[in-house]
Nanobody
Framework: QVQLVESGGELVQPGDSLRLSCAASGRTFSRYAMGWFRQAPGKEREIVAAIGWTGGTTYYADSVKGRFAITRDNDKSTVYLQMNSLSPDDTAVYYC??????????????????WGQGTQVTVSS
């Protein structure tokens, strides 16, 4: 089992950058595919980005390609989401998730077994 704690969410202005972190506790972090999801008010939870075990393979939603970057540090049991050129459409609660059955990045929320509590990102002028 793994516990996930997100941090880094805050109120920023359009065009700003922000980095989210997700610290994991528990065994064998390096054997979990990791993902970032988000949920805006009145909308369903959606995939933002995902990363495989080694960090060598990634997946991005079309809406964030070229602006966001997911990375992981297995020595620190932490996954990051660097977000650039933020817009109000990026406002949401961002969730970190861990999936233990696949080595590559997964974009389906059903393939993740563990979830963090979420961190709020608000983009507003």
């Amino acid at each position: 089992q793994v516990q996930l704690v997100e941090s880094g969410g805050e109120l920023v202005q359009p065009g700003d950058s922000l980095r989210l972190s997700c610290a994991a506790s528990g065994r064998t972090f390096s054997r979990y595919a990791m993902g970032w999801f988000r949920q805006a008010p009145g909308k369903e939870r959606e995939i933002v980005a995902a990363i495989g075990w080694t960090g060598g393979t990634t997946y991005y939603a079309d809406s964030v390609k070229g602006r966001f970057a997911i990375t992981r540090d297995n020595d620190k049991s932490t996954v990051y989401l660097q977000m650039n050129s933020l817009s109000p459409d990026d406002t949401a609660v961002y969730y970190c998730a861990a999936g233990q059955y696949y080595s590559g990045p997964r974009y389906n929320a059903r393939e993740y077994q563990y979830w963090g509590q979420g961190t709020q990102v608000t983009v507003s002028s």
